[in-house]
């Protein structure tokens, strides 16, 4: 019983992960297109302003930093679900010992 769970998350799982990587696609090819508008528009005389803008390194640096601190506090969520579901499957476990 406890594999088909297993197998129904993980499908769960595996179609979360396809709709985000279907998300991204149009993600990317969104930013590809403003690209595009972009590079075919008139020059804008306050060419001095695009220096103040951030890096694409910084960017992915900052969004990879994000994403770990997601995954930690995602992980650590998860041990603590972990954790009140445990201690649920004992009592029930206990409460069904005890009428039996």
Not at 20 to 46: D, E, G, N, Y
Request: no cysteine.
């Amino acid at each position: 019983m406890p594999a088909m769970y297993l197998e129904t998350i993980g499908k769960l799982q595996d179609q979360g992960l396809e709709t985000l990587k279907q998300l991204q696609a149009v993600q990317l090819r969104a930013l590809s297109s403003f690209r595009t508008i972009l590079t075919s528009a008139p020059a804008t005389p306050p060419a001095a302003e695009a220096s103040k803008l951030p890096t694409l390194a910084d960017m992915v640096e900052l969004n990879v930093s994000f994403a770990q601190r997601f995954l930690e506090q995602q992980n650590a969520y998860v041990a603590q679900l972990a954790d009140v579901f445990t201690a649920a499957q004992k009592d029930l476990a206990s409460a069904t010992d005890a009428a039996a």
